[in-house]
């Protein structure tokens, strides 16, 4: 993707300045601009410094208050790394949030997003059981053959009164990392249930993410869903947005699609191309996390490591290598592996790799620290996927919840500054339509 693009030619640009003690971010659309303020310390005000403001639970101030409150549902919630992202668009145009419902079928989950963002209702159930629907033709010419139908007293009491669906639907069957049923998994289809419950809530703005490789899907999955919101009057944008072009310390990337019932949506593109900064580093994202390791909380506990990852992790650091040789890896990941980061240890002057699922085994990705001879923890995982450092994962039933589900819940998140940069696509046309009325 290519961000150099002249500032001076983009309807979109942001920019970041010193006022007061504060970092001031502004972002003009035409000749709107809408500015919020952190407190400053000693950095810069750059976009790493904001940033960084925010992984440590800053929350911004918007010099312009809309007295305006926006609703919001979140299927496929997980514990809301969406609506994290959501909040802080919202935060920053001086709009008000208000976090509506949580579908999700992980209990625990709905209750993290619940305490996280205040959330009214939570349902628990597989979201293809909440709608009935029925689509006739193929991708372009795809429609719905009568009106989507909720089929859950909670959504029912809902239509009208939502403003943004938010939805990150199983991405496990167009990942390329799934070599057996990609393209033509039957999870895709639950795509399909985002606009069917967007257009049955008759809701005015519409987020969707998913892996890049979603639009590969055999059965064109994103060309059916844009059809099929076309159809129903909403306009759609689509495209990819990376977290290290945003600034951000990770070079995970994901697939947006954006609708909007009132005028259109900024193009996806364009948000990219504004908000487009040099990366922070993982030394920069991390380094106040250094003092928290064996702090006694469950998010801080380094991972016990078998004897040979210890052993090939302390390689790593009495060598100052970064990669692992093949005499050195178990006869698996020996000679013809395609996947040399595998053992790998992160460079702390670069963004970290995309974390997934695996990040606490060295034998899963590049995710042994850079500095200290073990795997990240979890909160520092946390971080670099966008929670901030007040983030409550602990529920009223697990109070030191589950290993596995913590490390499902912050892997399978989408990075905070991406929600964010797509939620401004859709928006920022409603804090201007907002302004002219």
């Known amino acids: 993707m290519d961000l150099k693009v002249d500032a001076e030619s983009r309807l979109l640009h942001q920019s970041f300045s010193l006022i007061d003690g504060c970092i001031v971010r502004t972002l003009s659309l035409g000749e709107r601009a809408y500015s919020s303020r952190v407190p400053a310390s000693s950095e810069t005000a750059v976009a790493s410094s904001w940033w960084q403001k925010y992984m440590r639970g800053a929350v ?50 709905t209750e993290v997003h619940s305490n996280n963002h205040a959330t009214e209702e939570r349902i628990t159930k597989s979201v293809s059981e909440l709608v009935d629907y029925q689509i006739r033709g193929i991708r372009d010419a795809a429609r719905f053959t009568y009106a989507p139908d909720l089929l859950d007293s909670k959504l029912l009491a809902l239509i009208g009164s939502v403003d943004v669906v938010l939805a990150g639907p199983p991405c496990q069957g167009h990942s390329n990392l799934n070599n057996q049923s990609r393209r033509t998994d039957r999870r895709n289809e639950l ?85 487009a900064a040099s990366p922070m580093s993982v030394s920069e994202a991390l380094l106040d996390l ?12 380094p991972t016990n490591l078998s004897p040979d990852n210890k052993r090939r992790i302390d390689y790593l650091f009495n060598n100052d290598v970064y990669d692992l040789p093949n005499s050195e890896r178990p006869d698996c ?33 590049r995710f042994v620290h850079p500095f200290e001879p073990r795997v990240l923890t979890l909160r520092e995982a946390a971080r670099i996927q966008g929670f901030p450092s007040d983030f409550q994962f602990n529920t009223v039933s697990a109070p030191v919840p589950l290993r596995a589900k913590l490390v499902k819940w912050i892997g399978d998140a989408v990075p905070m500054p991406l929600g964010y940069a797509a939620s401004l696509a859709v928006l920022l046309p409603e804090r201007a339509r907002t302004q002219s009325a």
């Open 60 to 109: 911004p101030i918007a010099e312009e208050k809309v007295g305006k409150t926006l609703t919001s549902i979140d299927l496929f919630s997980g514990t809301g790394g969406l609506t994290s992202g959501l909040r802080q668009a919202c935060t920053e145009l001086g709009f008000n949030l208000r976090s509506l419902c949580a579908v999700d079928q992980d209990v625990d989950a």
């Open 191 to 275: 795509y399909l249930t985002v606009p069917a419950i967007a257009i049955a809530l008759q809701a005015r703005m519409v987020v969707i993410e998913n892996v890049p490789a979603v639009i590969h899907d055999e059965d064109g999955v994103i060309d059916v869903t844009t059809a099929l919101f076309n159809e129903a009057g909403y306009k759609v944008s689509v495209g990819v947005l990376r977290a290290d072009y945003l600034g951000w310390p990770q070079t995970r990337e994901r697939f947006f699609m954006v609708a909007t019932l009132k005028g259109a949506p900024i193009g996806i593109g364009e948000v990219a191309q504004a908000l």
């Open 290 to 301: 250094k003092y928290h390791v064996h702090s006694g909380s469950f998010l801080d506990q």
């Open 333 to 365: 990941h020996k000679d013809g592996t395609t996947y040399k980061a595998v053992y790998g240890r992160m460079y702390g002057d670069r963004p970290a790799p995309t974390l997934t699922t695996g990040f606490l085994t060295p034998g899963r990705g």
